[in-house]
């Protein structure tokens, strides 16, 4: 029988969760797509057959679709990719194929009077600017500092990033000092994060809500335990997954996809 041909669009833990269990599967062959080398290098890790690297807008993700002959799309981007989910769900109704969505349950934040929810960076800015003239513990992943770094000096900007070569660079490039630089990969325990906030005397949190697998929930509560204000941004909401299958428990998507590769007839 030939293989039917899955799209996983990675650069997660959830991709890497995904790929790991279909990789088992010997009637399909998995291409995942990651905008990152550390993103490709871990979907490789997972099980991918292919992996094309890159950042892909709808027509590339249509050509790819087409020339590759791929039968369905998981798309298990992070949920602050909003632009990723809109072009894959685009070019999946270009081309005629299933899109499937996984997007990681929200977390359950604490009702707290230190937690102030924003939906933009913008946003975040403006109220970091009113609470506290300190220091500020941005844990929001690199590509979002640019966002405090044009209005707040660096010295007063601590950021946890990936031990990248990219992610050091664009810190020190954005003009923060390499003391303020904490550079590892992971979830960490509510007790780790608490004494890196306490070693480099945070005033205030901010971070984006990215479920319980990025590790929202013991951010938020070393924070508080710590009396200090947390900003959390909200994953934006995208119009188009209306009708789509979304799916926040992998076992389901897996199920899906058993049910699919049943009616698919060669």
Not at 225 to 230: E, F, R
Request: glycine share 6%; charged share 25%; hydrophobic share 45%.
């Amino acid at each position: 029988m030939r293989q039917t041909k899955i799209m996983v669009m990675a650069g997660t833990s959830d991709a890497h969760n995904i790929i790991s269990e279909l990789s088992a599967w010997k009637e399909i062959h998995i291409l995942a797509t990651a905008t990152t080398t550390h993103g490709a290098e871990l979907a490789r890790i997972s099980g991918a057959d292919d992996v094309v690297e890159g950042r892909l807008d709808v027509g590339d993700l249509a050509e790819i679709i087409k020339s590759r002959q791929i039968n369905v799309i998981i798309d298990a981007t992070h949920p602050f990719a909003a632009n990723a989910t809109r072009n894959a769900i685009r070019a999946a109704e270009m081309t005629g194929i299933s899109y499937l969505r996984f997007e990681r349950p929200r977390s359950k934040l604490p009702d707290n009077e230190l937690i102030h929810l924003v939906y933009s960076f913008s946003e975040a800015l403006e109220l970091i600017q009113k609470l506290n003239q300190g220091r500020i513990f941005h844990m929001a992943g690199v590509t979002t500092l640019h966002h405090l770094t044009e209005r707040i000096e660096g010295i007063r900007i601590v950021a946890r990033v990936l031990p990248s070569s990219y992610s050091i660079k664009r810190c020190l490039e954005l003009g923060l000092p390499s003391r303020n630089i904490v550079s590892m990969e992971g979830t960490f325990s509510s007790d780790f994060n608490r004494a890196l906030m306490e070693e480099y005397k945070i005033d205030v949190v901010l971070t984006k809500d990215s479920g319980q697998i990025g590790g929202t929930p013991s951010k938020i509560k070393a924070a508080i335990a710590l009396d200090l204000q947390v900003v959390v941004v909200m994953p934006p909401v995208v119009m188009e997954l209306q009708g789509k299958k979304v799916f926040n428990q992998i076992g389901d998507l897996i199920g899906e996809m058993q049910k699919k590769l049943k009616k698919i007839v060669w």
